[in-house]
C-alpha cells in the first residue's frame, strides 16, 4: 500500500542556516509527490510539484527513486518559512487520490 | 489563482442532528472534489472522492451512510454529516481538482470547516 513518511514532526533552525525536511514514500507504481505548506491561519497550499522541477520560495525538492525519498530543501531560511510542511504522494490511477505525511512545523527562530 | 470556498467555517450542533457543509470552487470547474478529516496535530485523512454526477467513493472505514456526499454541479459538493456524535467532531476540509488539470495530484484546498457536536 502506499505511505508517505514524515520522520520529523518539528524542525527549529536558525534564520540563515539551510533546512531540509525530510520525506520517504512507498509506492509501487510511478510516483507523483509534492510538497504542500499551510501557514498559520491559511488554508494548505501547493508549494511545489517533482515533475516541475521547480525553484519555489527557494524551496526545491528533488524525487530520488532509488531512495524513494523527496526531501524538501532551502540552502538558507527565513523567518517566514515558518509553517506546518506536508508531504503528499498522488495516486489512485484517474482518481488521482492524494495521501499525505503527518506533516513536520518548521519554526526558524531570528 | 483558483480559490475553493467552505461555508460555515465553523459549526455546533448537538449530538444527533445533522449537519451540512459546502464546498464551492469559486472561479474554477472542479470535476473531482475530494473531502479529508484532520485531528488535532495529526495529518489530513482521505474520506471520500467525490465525482460530478455521480456516487462518491468513500475510503475504507468511512460510513458512507453517516457521511453523505453530493456533488451536483461542477462547482459545489456537499458533505452532511448525518446522526452527528462527539466523536465526529473534527476538522473537515474538502479540496477541489480542476477540470482539465493536467498535474496528477495538484488539488485547491477550502479553508476547512470546525465542527464541534455537543
Known amino acids: 500500500a502506499q505511505r508517505v513518511t514524515q520522520p520529523e514532526k518539528l524542525l527549529s533552525v536558525f534564520k540563515g542556516a539551510p533546512v531540509e525536511l525530510k520525506c520517504n514514500y512507498s509506492?509501487?507504481?510511478?510516483?507523483?509527490l509534492f510538497w504542500y505548506v499551510q501557514y498559520s491561519r491559511q488554508r494548505l497550499q501547493l508549494l511545489l510539484r517533482?515533475?516541475s522541477r521547480e525553484s519555489i520560495k527557494g524551496f526545491t525538492a528533488d524525487l530520488n527513486k532509488g531512495e524513494t525519498s523527496f526531501h524538501l530543501k532551502k540552502p538558507f531560511a527565513q523567518e517566514e518559512d515558518s509553517a506546518m510542511y506536508y508531504c503528499?504522494?498522488?495516486?489512485?490511477?484517474?482518481?488521482?487520490?492524494?495521501?499525505f505525511g503527518t506533516g513536520t512545523l518548521l519554526a526558524v527562530q531570528p | 489563482g483558483a480559490v475553493v470556498s467552505q461555508h460555515p467555517s465553523r459549526v455546533i450542533c448537538k449530538s444527533g442532528t445533522s449537519v451540512k457543509i459546502e464546498c464551492r470552487s469559486l472561479?474554477?470547474?472542479?470535476?473531482?472534489m475530494f473531502w479529508y478529516r484532520q485531528f488535532p496535530k495529526k495529518s489530513l485523512m482521505l474520506m471520500a472522492t467525490s465525482n460530478e454526477g455521480s456516487k462518491a467513493t468513500y475510503e475504507q472505514g468511512v460510513e458512507k451512510d453517516k457521511f453523505l456526499i453530493n456533488h451536483a454541479s461542477l462547482t459545489l459538493s456537499t458533505l452532511t454529516v448525518t446522526s452527528a456524535h462527539p466523536e465526529d467532531s473534527s476538522f473537515y476540509i474538502c479540496?477541489?481538482?480542476?477540470?482539465?488539470?493536467?498535474?496528477?495530484?495538484?488539488?485547491?484546498f477550502g479553508p476547512g470547516t470546525r465542527l464541534t457536536v455537543l
Open positions: 509506492y509501487s507504481g510511478s510516483p507523483e
Open positions: 517533482h515533475i
Open positions: 472561479d474554477f470547474q472542479a470535476t473531482t
Open positions: 479540496s477541489a481538482r480542476a477540470a482539465g488539470a493536467t498535474s496528477r495530484g495538484e488539488q485547491f
Open positions: 503528499a504522494l498522488s495516486y489512485g490511477g484517474a482518481t488521482n487520490k492524494l495521501i
